[in-house]
């Protein structure tokens, strides 16, 4: 079946830097996807999401670009804080659907 | 956002026994949904909660195994059952609000060690 997959397992950034977590998708007919942040213990919590008829949307410190010709999306974290180390899953949707489909996860690390 | 409290929030259990995790969630809800995230993995999709009627199970989840209650519109129950140690998991509640900038949202989770 069709799914949603990441790049790179496992990102190191420094602290104060960006950070880029990308995610490639293959069903054509998804129109919404979101990004979650999972923490140690926790369960994933939402952080930004966009739609099919957007290519960016910008959030607090966060940013989604969403390239349909590609499929691929990704999620911009400015200013990378130790606060921000967590594992990122993006999830696909098609509207009208309760079904998501999630991304396989990438940690991210942030060196102080 | 809905406030989801799952418990418990940890187990060990044995080999062969049964064990029901419960969510509840702070308002009224038509769908929950139960996820299992296996050690590193991703979250997959166990079966669909609505109240009043049967649960619906994604491919590879069975009710014998996973039987769900969804008595009302807050609450929900997954037991799993004849545990073994390819049990051990997070296993995550949801609700998805109809809300644009929300999508799902998750309980805290039940990490399940089995032994």
């Known amino acids: 079946g069709e799914s949603v997959g990441l790049h790179l397992p496992t990102l190191s950034v420094q602290e104060g830097d960006n950070s880029i977590i990308n995610c490639a998708y293959s069903?054509?007919?998804?129109?919404?996807f979101i990004w979650y942040k999972q923490e140690s213990g926790k369960g994933p919590q939402f952080i930004i999401d966009?739609?099919?008829?957007?290519d960016k949307r910008q959030g607090q410190r966060v940013t989604v670009l969403l390239n349909k010709t590609v499929k691929h999306l990704s999620l911009q974290i400015a200013a990378t804080q130790p606060g921000d180390s967590a594992v990122y899953f993006c999830?696909?949707?098609?509207?009208?659907?309760?079904?998501?489909?999630f991304g396989t996860g990438t940690r991210l690390k942030v060196l102080a | 956002s809905a406030v989801i409290s799952q418990k418990p929030s940890r187990d060990i259990c044995q080999r062969g026994t049964s064990l029901t995790i419960q969510c509840q969630v702070d308002?009224?809800?038509?769908?929950m949904f139960w996820y299992r995230q296996q050690p590193g993995q991703s979250l997959t999709l166990i079966a669909t909660?609505?109240?009043?009627?049967?649960?619906?199970?994604e491919s590879g989840f069975v009710i014998d195994k996973f039987p769900i209650s969804r008595p009302n519109l807050t609450f929900s129950t997954l037991t799993v059952s004849n545990m073994s140690p390819e049990d051990s998991s997070i296993y995550l509640c949801?609700?998805?609000?109809?809300?644009?900038?929300?999508?799902?949202?998750f309980g805290s989770g039940t990490r399940l060690t089995v032994v």
């Open positions: 909660a609505n109240q009043g009627s049967e649960a619906t199970y």
């Open positions: 966009i739609r099919s008829n957007m």
């Open positions: 308002s009224q809800v038509t769908m």
């Open positions: 949801s609700v998805e609000l109809r809300d644009f900038d929300y999508g799902y949202t």
């Open positions: 999830a696909e949707n098609k509207l009208g659907t309760y079904k998501y489909i």
């Open positions: 069903n054509s007919a998804s129109d919404y």
